[in-house]
């Protein structure tokens, strides 16, 4: 491939592209992100290759990898176009059917498609299934048309445009104007500006300037930034190209996490292709503009997502949050300024620059403009990637693309922001989902993790294992946050064992405020976020775990029992059999009843009790009954 | 530069750019505690405690003073009632920690923190980082730093000292240790190498010093002087603490040694003597027993201004209840010397003395012969018999700490033949004394050659005459004093020094030196510049002229002795006076 040294080439190759493709031509996308093909796409994949070849439908049929569309609970997905049929949770076995059906007769098999489970109705496209039709899709509604490992895929849907017309019909003035009245706010936890960050690069007198992609995600459970440099690799460079050319920066950086394999091939892959095709290295496509990136991958410190240790580990140092009080907009890397964005706030850029700043600000809150990812995880129906305007409400996100929570169970509360963002109860479900509101609530909008629980969720254990784990990743250099998330973590093991003390609240109120006020960087300062925002809206279930040794979920192991409803008992042996400490005598006929001497509270026989008879229940907080004596075991059922 | 004004708890300060809240706030007499901080070391903000309370740009907040820069119109609060709050907390959290680490309990005293309402552990590191950032920033080896994050953060060697490779970039400095708070680092556990204390010579290793040092209470000039072996600087390049903090600016590590040359008519040799070092005899255990000392150890133990401020204390710090002193260690000995070192006696004596006077400790004195020969010495051999120090007849054969009796268990113990009752004897002591030979320094022969003078066999410089020429030489111009010609005590000493200079003055005050009549001349013309007038000349008169590649005579030196004139392969070389014709021709004369 030549260089492509004009806007006019830059066109002409994308009609080129564009004319060799035939829009009726069958196209199966298939998706190949990581939720995919955790789920088994890369059988399918190679199912459908081989299927296809012994057909001899090679020319007649396009496959297509893709990245993540977002609906990773059922996976794996395949697309058929142009009807767009959307196939979900696809086997090996299927490949066969769908061939000769779909592909050859046009005919959608009903079995694949989604099914609303309230009315029972069978979806066929894929923009009409509820999941995605509440959605407003521009970062990541293109994946499912994209291969990400080709670039010509990215053209074809107007790949590139926005830089060309950043480098040749506008100034760094006019881009950087362009982006601050589009009011991108930054999209990897603090929401700060995204163009008062780059002008503050910008106007710092000292060459060179670097610009980093942050692309390491390291929330439990959140994948957004992955899906996103997986599926679409070029979309982030053209923004990162796009942030250097306002900026003045020659050389860029993308700090990826070790942990997203595939996401690291895809951009080593897209930055060789814009290479060759020059839209990265010297001269851009014949603008006089030079800008190289360099992958640097991260070692799996969830700390060094934080800017300055970020900085640190590119140099080459172990990431730790340095203890300046310079913005590294200023002095960053090697003390030079370095401009750091997130990876979705960066592929926002190409869409302003291509849409205007209007179209952008039309969407979304007053302070918060355009869409957001979030991963919406735990206790929802359907668990994905889901991207939504600002503004829209927590409900609409849980229940109408979500799907509500699973097996009628009850909604508890929702944990936005990762590990140092707060846990939001339902009297605040009806919130605009925006930086300032989630702010106002204790929480924050955080990178987009978005963790659902139901009513089966114990929030003091919630805290705990976010206290638990951002003990094991706060870097450990100053001392409110290492020594208090320790204590902290300390307090709450004996609150969830039952070992807890009058003042435990106040004490880990006092820790919260302590680590807020006087931790070194945002980690420690927001490391306390689940366990303050827990006491301010569950005070009460702490108070029930020390005062009354109940943990109203049922949850914590040393405050639950196991008891066996005599009334309720069938005596099938099934909860005997399965019971590894042989806790359960019974017999026959004989009512089953728990030595609680003996029992270590494992939850077998809860589970393996048929549902139909529920006789194993858990109690907390209260004594358990008494077991009948020996003589009234005797099982007397009913005649049929 | 611009000045900054700012305020600090309602004082006004002016400031240069680039300085912290903390540098100001030094320089109002505000105390704000730190543990992180260090002026030499970059800073970390690790410990917070150094937390004050802003009010910049309208806005209140709470930064870390060790690096937050002054800005103009700032307004500080060094101790608000939230500062207050959130320090005592952090100590909370530290003393929960360290309970055990003086520092740490020093600020709970100081913030009024009794005990933490926390798990307590018990930790000595405290993770301020300081040996860390000292290792990496001054010393330039990073041979420590943190491992594992989080709650998991430790300081470590590389690999944790689990892989057995040498860990060659730690130099063995000690800086980590010295510059920890809370003597958390044992230097033995950090390093693989084996740290080597820098003995203070003065003291004669009785403790140890740092590569900069006065040499001694009393040194003139009384100037630190810098260890070049020992220096880090000197070492690697780096860590130049020293000069930052020398207020004077005083050091240069530019200093090169000088050789000055002065020009002189008279030289007084007075190099002294050496201890004799008694670990060749095995038998007496020095350097093998703990507590069996040297007479100069023990001199400066006992020495109110020494390592233990005059207090004696055996090696497990306590207090001695018995010494024995054996006198003629290394003297009258035919392995050693044989010769009587003079002095040993009587500073025996002397420091039997000093232990009855500083302690309740018994004292024995094991001597072949007490010669207390001077003025009022045998006075003083009397009072000291009389102060109870108990002298006993007899050289140890041996000494050693293997009991034989239940007495004897964890004592010395010293053999001997009691020879006034002809009785082998063991005598149990907590510590033992040896008093040691004075012998000719190491370097006698050297300093000898220089000024050819002769030595005798006992290895001291030899005089000229015992009784009729005791402080000149056989080289004029040279004399002697003191030590280096032989053991004397001070009043000997003093006197051969005073002749010694009476000597020279008699020299300076004649403004003449008389010559030989007959000395030798060398005809430079004749004169191949071959040296060996040089090689045979005993008095160093020849010197070679490097110019004209001849040799010359220092008449001033030279003794008429004519070896030079027989040696002169080329006939260079006549005596003055007569010439070997004029002798041939008068001893034909007169056979004629």
């Known amino acids: ?640 | 530069m611009d000045e900054i004004t700012l305020q600090i708890d309602g004082r006004e300060v002016k400031a240069e750019e680039g300085k912290t809240i903390l540098d100001m706030a030094k320089s109002l007499g505000i105390d704000i505690p730190t543990l992180c901080y260090h002026p030499a070391l970059s800073p970390f903000g690790a410990c917070r405690l150094c937390s004050v309370e802003i009010i910049s740009r309208g806005r209140s907040r709470i930064v870390t003073s060790c690096n937050y820069p002054v800005e103009e119109g700032l307004v500080v609060n060094t101790k608000s009632p939230d500062v207050i709050e959130l320090r005592k907390m952090l100590v909370e959290l530290m003393l929960a920690r360290c309970p055990n680490v003086k520092i740490i309990q020093d600020l709970a005293k100081e913030y009024g923190v009794e005990k933490p309402r926390f798990k307590l552990e018990d930790e000595k590191c405290i993770l301020c980082g300081l040996c860390t950032r000292i290792c990496d920033e001054r010393i330039g080896v990073s041979a420590i730093n943190f491992v594992g994050r989080g709650v998991d953060r430790k300081v470590e060697t590389p690999f944790q000292g689990t892989l057995d490779i040498d860990l060659d970039v730690c130099l063995c400095c000690g800086a980590c240790a010295s510059v920890c708070p809370t003597d958390a680092i044992e230097l033995e556990d950090t390093t693989n190498k084996k740290p080597i204390p820098i003995l203070s010579e003065y003291n004669v290793g009785l403790e140890s010093r740092a590569p900069v040092y006065i040499p001694f209470p009393q040194a003139v000039p009384n100037v630190p002087v810098i260890d070049r072996e020992k220096c880090v600087h000197f070492v690697t390049g780096e860590c130049k603490i020293c000069e930052e903090f020398c207020e004077p600016n005083a050091i240069d590590f530019e200093q090169e040694d000088e050789i000055i040359e002065v020009e002189v008519g008279n030289i007084i040799v007075a190099t002294g003597f050496n201890a004799f070092d008694p670990s060749p005899i095995y038998q007496y255990g020095y350097g093998r027993l703990d507590n069996v000392v040297t007479s100069l150890e023990f001199e400066r133990m006992v020495n109110s201004a020494g390592p233990t401020e005059g207090e004696i204390l055996l090696k497990d710090g306590s207090h001695p209840k018995s010494i024995a002193i054996i006198h003629c260690v290394g003297s009258r000995d035919e392995k050693y010397h044989e010769y009587c070192s003079r002095v040993c006696c009587m500073y025996s004596m002397k420091l039997a003395h000093l232990i009855k006077e500083h302690s309740e400790a018994e004292v024995y004195e094991l001597y072949i012969d007490i010669r207390s020969f001077g003025k009022g010495f045998e006075e003083f051999y009397n009072r000291v018999l009389d102060e109870g120090t108990i002298f006993i007849r007899g050289r140890p054969a041996e000494i050693t700490d293997i009991a034989e009796t239940p007495e004897e268990e964890g004592k010395l113990i010293v053999q001997f033949e009691d020879t006034l009752i002809g009785r082998q004897r063991r005598l149990p002591v907590d510590m033992i004394i040896l008093s040691v030979a004075l012998e000719a320094q190491p370097d006698a022969e050297a300093v000898a050659r220089l000024f050819n003078i002769s030595r005798s066999a006992d290895g001291f410089f030899l005089e000229k005459h015992p009784k009729l020429d005791p402080v000149a030489t056989m080289t004029d111009g040279i004399f002697v004093a003191g030590c280096c010609q032989g053991p004397k005590d001070i009043p000997d000493t003093v006197a051969q020094a005073s002749a010694a200079a009476a000597e020279v003055l008699a020299m300076i005050s004649k403004g003449r030196v008389e010559v030989e009549a007959a000395t030798a001349v060398i005809n430079e013309k004749i004169c191949s510049g071959c040296q060996i007038c040089k090689l045979v000349c005993s008095f160093s008169a020849v010197d070679y002229d490097e110019e004209k590649k001849v040799c010359r005579v220092n008449e001033a030196l030279c003794k008429g002795c004519g070896a030079c004139v027989g040696g002169c392969p080329s006939d260079a070389i006549n005596l003055k006076h007569y010439t070997n014709e004029q002798i041939v021709a008068q001893m034909e004369g007169m056979l004629v």
């Open chain 1, 1 to 640: 491939m030549a260089r492509i040294n004009s806007n006019t080439e830059l066109e002409e190759l994308r009609q080129e592209i564009l004319s060799k493709r035939d829009q009726n031509k069958p196209r199966i996308a298939v998706c190949a992100g990581t939720g995919c093909l955790a789920s088994g796409a890369a059988k399918v994949i190679a199912a459908l290759k081989e299927e296809i070849k012994k057909q001899g439908l090679n020319a007649d049929v396009d496959i297509k990898e893709t990245g993540c569309p977002g609906f990773c609970e059922r996976g794996p997905i395949m697309v058929i176009y142009p009807e767009e049929i959307c196939y979900l949770q696809v086997k090996p076995d299927d490949i066969p059917e769908i061939i000769s059906e779909t592909i050859k007769e046009r005919k959608v098999i009903d079995r694949l498609l989604y099914t609303d489970p309230t009315t029972g109705e069978k979806v066929t496209h894929e923009s009409e299934i509820p999941f995605y039709k509440n959605q407003k899709r521009l970062l990541i509604g293109t994946n499912i048309n994209i291969d990400p490992k080709s670039i010509e895929d990215y053209l074809a849907i107007g790949g590139y445009r926005a830089l060309a017309k950043a480098l040749f019909d506008m100034t760094p003035e006019q881009v950087l104007e362009e982006v601050k009245r589009a009011n991108l706010r930054g999209r990897g936890g603090g929401g700060f500006p995204a163009a008062k960050k780059w002008e503050t690069t910008r106007n710092v007198p000292r060459e060179p300037k670097y610009v980093i992609v942050n692309a390491d995600e390291g929330d439990p459970g959140a994948f957004m930034d992955r899906a996103v440099l997986e599926g679409n690799p070029h979309s982030v460079l053209e923004g990162l190209v796009i942030s250097a050319y306002t900026i003045g920066s020659h050389e860029g950086f993308i700090y990826v996490r070790q942990e997203y394999p595939l996401a690291v091939e895809n951009v080593d892959i897209a930055i060789k292709q814009a290479e060759e095709y020059g839209f990265l290295g010297q001269n851009i496509l014949g603008s006089g503009f030079d800008f190289i990136v360099n992958v640097h991958r991260g070692a799996g410190a969830f700390v060094s997502g934080e800017s300055s240790a970020l900085m640190t580990a590119i140099e080459g140092k172990v990431g730790e949050p340095r203890p300046k009080y310079i913005r590294t907009a200023v002095s960053g890397i090697w003390e030079r300024p370095s401009n750091l964005n997130n990876v979705e706030t960066l592929a926002n850029v190409p869409l302003i620059i291509n849409n205007g700043a209007e179209w952008f600000t039309s969407i979304g809150t007053e302070g918060s403009k355009g869409t957001k990812i979030f991963s919406l995880v735990g206790k929802v129906n359907n668990t994905g990637l889901v991207e939504v305007p600002m503004g829209m409400s927590l409900r609409e996100i849980i229940y109408n693309i979500g799907g509500g929570i699973p097996g009628d169970k009850k909604f508890k509360a929702v944990q936005t922001g990762g590990p140092s963002g707060g846990v939001i109860p339902e009297q605040y479900l009806d919130t605009p989902v925006d930086f300032d509101e989630l702010t106002k609530l204790g929480s924050m909008m955080g990178s987009g993790g978005m963790i659902v629980m139901d009513e089966d969720t114990c929030v003091v254990d919630v805290a705990r294992y976010f206290v638990d784990f951002l003990c094991d990743e706060s870097c450990g250099k100053c001392i409110p946050c290492r020594e208090g998330l320790k204590h902290m973590r300390e307090v709450l093991n004996n609150i969830v064992e039952g070992k807890g003390n009058e003042g435990d609240i106040e004490l880990l109120e006092e820790l919260s405020r302590l680590m807020t006020k006087a931790s070194l960087c945002a980690l420690g300062t927001s490391a306390a976020n689940p366990v303050s925002t827990t006491i301010r809206y569950f005070g009460d279930e702490y108070q029930a775990h020390i005062k009354e040794s109940k943990c109203p979920a049922l949850v914590c192991k040393e405050l639950v029992s196991y008891y066996i409803e005599p009334s309720k008992c069938q005596a099938c042996m099934i909860c005997l059999r399965n019971c590894p400490v042989e806790a359960i005598s019974g017999g026959k006929n004989q009512i089953h009843v728990i030595d609680q001497a003996k029992c270590i509270k494992c939850g077998v026989c809860f589970d393996a009790c048929p549902t139909r008879f529920g006789a194993v229940i858990k109690i907390s907080g209260e004594p358990v009954p008494a077991s009948l004596p020996e003589k009234e075991r005797s099982l007397v059922r009913g005649k049929k």
